[in-house]
């Protein structure tokens, strides 16, 4: 079993709606949580840290269920550039970070 | 400022042929990471650097993979006798520090490899 596990997707969403998705993470002594965003043969860039008291940042929202060891990310109003492949990452009270596979959303106009 | 920039960007390689891969951090990074991406997977973790001293290689697939930072700055991932299964998108990150759990590392472009 993976140590992260997404939906893959696609996600294929028109201009404007909502779309949410999850990640599950299997090691509970996980520390840190964040959503990357990669684009299509780009690298993963750091789209926002997961905090214990779930976070917002602009459309984007992320929560942390530590007891049921999952990661949200909900994105609002969604736009043309929003799509990408997102990347769940967890990290333990090291160094590494451990990614899941990604879930692609496409958002159409 | 600059960012972490990885070289070659492409390398199409025979199968058996040896490859070097650079990276060069963001200035001033004493973190140096590499990680392998296959096609649709995440990155996986290959093998960390602290300034020039290799503190973990655990997740470098085989012995025909190497990797060094004897200076403490630039990095090269060289993998010998390349296979087809090596394959994959090789990126290169950097961190300031590892002191505090939530230290954000800033990956390169990656090398994209292929093996025929």
């Known amino acids: 079993r993976k140590e992260v596990e997404q939906d893959p997707g696609p996600f294929n969403v028109p201009e404007g709606a909502t779309v949410a998705f999850n990640c599950t993470y299997s090691n509970s002594a996980s520390q840190s949580f964040f959503w990357y965003r990669q684009d299509c043969r780009k690298e993963p860039k750091l789209l926002m840290s997961v905090y214990s008291s779930g976070n917002e940042d602009g459309r984007f929202t992320a929560q942390l269920n530590r007891a049921s060891q999952y990661i949200s990310l909900l994105i609002r109003d969604s736009k043309l550039s929003d799509s990408a492949t997102y990347l769940c990452v967890v990290k333990g009270n090291d160094y590494k970070l451990s990614f899941g596979a990604g879930t692609t959303v496409t958002v159409r106009a | 400022g600059a960012g972490v920039s990885q070289s070659p960007r492409y390398k199409v390689a025979k199968r058996g042929q040896d490859v070097a891969l650079r990276c060069d951090p963001i200035?001033?990074?004493?973190?140096l990471f590499w990680y392998q991406q296959a096609l649709g997977q995440g990155p996986e973790f290959l093998t960390y650097f602290q300034n020039e001293a290799q503190l973990d290689k655990s997740g470098l697939p085989s012995d025909r993979f190497f990797a060094e930072r004897p200076e403490g700055s630039v990095s090269t991932l060289k993998i010998q006798r390349t296979q087809q299964e090596d394959s994959a998108v090789y990126l290169c990150?950097?961190?300031?520090?590892?002191?505090?759990?939530?230290?954000?590392?800033?990956f390169g472009a990656g090398t994209r490899l292929s093996v025929l």
């Open positions: 200035s001033g990074h004493v973190s």
């Open positions: 990150a950097s961190s300031q520090s590892t002191g505090l759990a939530k230290n954000i590392q800033y």
